[in-house]
């Protein structure tokens, strides 16, 4: 069996390090984007002007994150990638590059999903799936649909880091190849999103008395801090399930190739 070129930063992890090597502290760099996402994605609820300027940012904002992250995890991995080597301005590119086709996808979505029931008003909710990796969205099937964009993107970055350009058919055909591993763990992302977002539901109204005892300014403060926690955990344990998976992936296919 021959192995697809987008596993190849994968190659050195067949006799080293475990999942225990992906410590968090490896992803911090990814905060001030994280904090940036946190704060648009508060004040854009404010206005329909700001939503239609914060939103859109705030996908850029996760974006440069997710970017940071998987950099890192693959690193952890002792995967070989040329991530590291991208200048600001080619991430931006790289970005807007993978964000405007991940939109098609969701739009994509959106069509389906409104083919089985689902209310037109939801529509802008499935354009920002992307958004439900860090964040809550309601919706039975947006953490689904988080998942599925997360692992579509990890293989995006990963074949950027390969010096390729990133094609979601490239992504998807991955996808498919190694289904027996990739599938599973999105629908796992998925219900891992769902109760990630009951969770934060409850802790939210849990915490409403503490921002109404306490100054606006703190309130502030506080309800942004534990928001930017909360994104942090859940940008931290995608990525390095999508490492994992993905690696556990091609160790799978290492061992049927000695075999045969």
Do not use: C
Not at 27 to 53: D, H, K, M, N, Y
Not at 127 to 144: E, N, T
């Amino acid at each position: 069996m021959q192995n697809s070129d987008i596993s190849l930063p994968y190659r050195k992890t067949l006799q080293r390090r475990e999942l225990t090597r992906f410590a968090p502290f490896l992803i911090l760099e990814s905060i001030p984007w994280l904090f940036a996402a946190t704060v648009f994605r508060t004040r854009a609820q404010g206005s329909g002007g700001a939503l239609l300027v914060g939103l859109p940012l705030v996908q850029l904002f996760v974006f440069m994150a997710f970017l940071l992250a998987a950099r890192r995890m693959i690193s952890a991995a002792d995967g070989g990638t040329s991530l590291g080597r991208l200048q600001f301005k080619n991430q931006l590119a790289l970005a807007r590059t993978i964000l405007r086709r991940l939109l098609g996808l969701s739009v994509i979505a959106s069509v389906i999903a409104v083919g089985f029931g689902a209310s037109p008003k939801t529509i802008v909710f499935y354009w920002l799936g992307m958004d439900g990796i860090v964040f809550y969205w309601y919706g039975h099937a947006i953490p689904f649909l988080s998942a599925f964009l997360a692992a579509v993107m990890f293989l995006m970055v990963v074949e950027k880091g390969m010096d390729r350009e990133p094609k979601v058919k490239s992504a998807l055909m991955e996808i498919v190849s190694r289904w027996r591993y990739l599938v599973p763990a999105v629908f796992l992302f998925g219900l891992f999103f769902t109760g990630a977002n009951a969770l934060q539901t409850h802790v939210d109204v849990a915490l409403e008395p503490v921002y109404q005892a306490v100054s606006p300014a703190f309130g502030r403060y506080f309800y942004t801090g534990y928001h930017l926690l909360f994104s942090y955990v859940r940008l931290w344990l995608t990525v390095a399930a999508l490492t994992y998976t993905i690696r556990a992936s091609y160790r799978a296919s290492a061992s049927v190739d000695t075999a045969s």
